[in-house]
């Protein structure tokens, strides 16, 4: 499980340099976990308990709408962070779905003990903020792509920043995702060729 903590830390250093004893403290409070491809790791309806590290795989947020179609909110694959973040900040029940797509590698930390490894840290209030700060605008950018950008170039804009994703996430998940219909998604990856 060292690698876990590897692709962890590496992670980190992009956003703080870690120091040995706080790497120790996430030894600690972090567990590692594999999870099977399709599970839901944290259901809607409920209050998210842990703070997930992707370390291998491929996850995402979704929600089911009165018509009964799942509509996908975020898609990720790792190295980085994942949960829904207002719901475990706040300690209250999720509307969303978290579901590893494939096999996942991950490390989870509880509620709890990101407040006490904030008290014992010196670095993680540091790369929570920015990982915070990430999310918020990452998901303020995905809001106005879906209002400026038509279908394609929100396509082509996915493939160009996270072509992994195209290659291991089922084409359905990508629509929902885009707000595109998966038919209208289907033609225009025939039409890039």
Sequence with gaps: MD???????DYVRLLVAIPEGDQAICR????????????????????PEYHNFIVSGFMRNYYTDESGQEITTDLNDGPRFFTSYDAFIHRKPSKENLQCITDCELLQISRDDV??????????????????????EKNKQRAVDLTTLSAEQRYLKLLLEYPTIIQHIP???????????????????????
């Design 171 to 193: 084409l359905k998940h990508i629509a929902s995702y885009l707000g595109i219909n998966p038919g209208s998604l289907s033609r225009i990856r025939k039409d890039l060729g």
């Design 115 to 136: 407040d006490v490894t904030a008290q014992l840290g010196e670095t993680q209030q540091d790369y929570t903020v920015q990982i915070l700060q990430q999310q918020l």
């Design 3 to 9: 690698a876990y903590f590897d692709v962890f830390f």
């Design 28 to 47: 600690t409070y972090f567990k590692p976990i594999q999870v099977p491809k399709d599970t839901i790791i944290s259901p809607a309806g409920k209050i």
